[in-house]
């Protein structure tokens, strides 16, 4: 099984500043056609999980341009610029190359 | 405006067996395929199962396989999740979502307990 480790945050981060989170894959997730196949979500406290970003990059419809995500094969960074209440929760990263689809753990976000 | 509402959580005695249910909304269900992701309390997301948009193909975690059974009615615009011979650590929230590989759609969740 492909394994997601996510990093933590230094919480809780001030209003207004820039926050990075990190994922690494235990495999590459770069395929032979050029995407890689990498998501991100958002779930805030008592709600259901949100698309953040998919192939890595592309945001999800409707989602904020504060989001942005980032990567090569392996490591990946989704990163918010300045940080509002509404980001506060906990965020997966998520790898489709192949089944068992795997979340990471989560990092949860704290605002200041 | 899709929507995806899951049914038939609740508690269940270890061994017991529980079917799960989401009514999909505001799409043609028929052309996405599906999926269950569940959540125990307090942990993270974990993938369960995946249907094709057909019911030609499925796909299972390894700790689900020979035990739980994704099936989709497309007449109906239904997906069901048959769980069998259920223990303690299938405890979790279920949620039904859209898609095979990203889930760009979630439902609200059900609960499902699994204690004598």
């Known amino acids: 099984d492909i394994v997601m480790t996510q990093g933590a945050l230094p919480n809780p981060v001030p209003s207004g500043e820039s926050a990075s989170i990190t994922c690494q894959s235990s495999?590459?997730?770069?395929?032979?056609?050029?995407?890689?196949?990498l998501n991100w979500y958002l779930q805030r406290p008592g709600q259901s999980p949100q698309l953040l970003i998919y192939?890595?990059?592309t945001r999800a419809s409707g989602v904020s341009d504060r989001f942005s995500g980032s990567g090569s094969g392996t490591d990946f960074t989704l990163k918010i610029s300045s940080v509002e209440a509404e980001d506060v929760g906990v965020y997966y990263c998520?790898?489709?190359?192949?089944?068992?689809?795997?979340f990471g753990s989560g990092t949860k976000l704290e605002i200041k | 405006e899709v929507q995806l509402v899951e049914s038939g959580g609740g508690l269940v005695q270890p061994g017991r067996s529980m079917k799960l249910s989401c009514a999909a909304s505001?799409?043609?269900?028929?052309?996405?395929?599906m999926a269950w992701v569940r959540q125990a309390p307090t942990k993270g997301l974990e993938w369960v199962a995946t249907i094709s948009y057909d019911g030609s193909s499925t796909y299972y975690r390894d700790s689900v396989k020979g035990r739980f059974t994704i099936s989709r009615d497309n007449a109906k615009s239904t997906l069901y999740l048959q769980m069998n011979s259920l223990r303690s650590e299938d405890t979790a929230t279920y949620y039904c979502?859209?898609?095979?590989?990203?889930?760009?759609?979630w439902g609200q969740g059900t609960l499902v307990t699994v204690s004598s």
């Open positions: 192939w890595m990059s």
């Open positions: 998520q790898q489709f190359l192949e089944y068992p689809l795997t």
């Open positions: 505001g799409f043609t269900f028929s052309n996405y395929g």
């Open positions: 495999k590459s997730l770069l395929h032979s056609n050029g995407k890689t196949y």
């Open positions: 979502t859209r898609g095979m590989g990203g889930f760009a759609y």
